[in-house]
């Protein structure tokens, strides 16, 4: 069941890319303008979308946890949790970890781990 009760304040997990119209460069002009405040946690700085052949990518992971527990020291609290490209399974347990710490009744949780898929069902691309 979706909630009911607005989205005021967002956690952004996803990557930041330099070049190519995607991640949060994106989500945080998009909700932005919808009234949300966000409040990113990067995963990864990719110099472009990875969909462009050798872009360069800076892991974040050790980064996160710390932003984590600094946003637990600050007592704040989510009305969502969205979460979009991770760059390792490490950052998965990471992201499972945010999700429990700070899940409420009323929460809206997105997880989108794979964009990458050109529309297809990886399983059977069809």
């Given at each position: 069941m979706i909630s009911q009760t607005p989205i005021k304040q967002i956690a952004a997990i996803h990557d930041l890319s330099g070049f190519g119209r995607t991640s949060l460069s994106v989500v945080i002009s998009i909700l932005s303008a919808m009234g949300i405040k966000v409040c990113p946690l990067a995963t990864a700085v990719l110099s472009s979308h990875s969909r462009y052949k050798g872009?360069?990518?800076?892991?974040?992971?050790?980064?996160?946890?710390?932003?984590?527990?600094?946003?637990?020291?600050?007592?704040?609290?989510?009305?969502?949790?969205?979460?979009?490209?991770?760059?390792s399974h490490k950052q998965i347990r990471i992201v499972q970890g945010m999700i429990d710490t700070f899940k409420n009744n009323d929460q809206f949780i997105v997880t989108d781990p794979v964009l990458g898929d050109n529309g297809k069902n990886v399983r059977t691309n069809k």
């Open positions: 872009y360069h990518f800076a892991d974040l992971t050790d980064h996160m946890q710390p932003v984590i527990d600094h946003w637990k020291e600050l007592n704040t609290s989510f009305d969502a949790i969205y979460s979009g490209f991770l760059g």
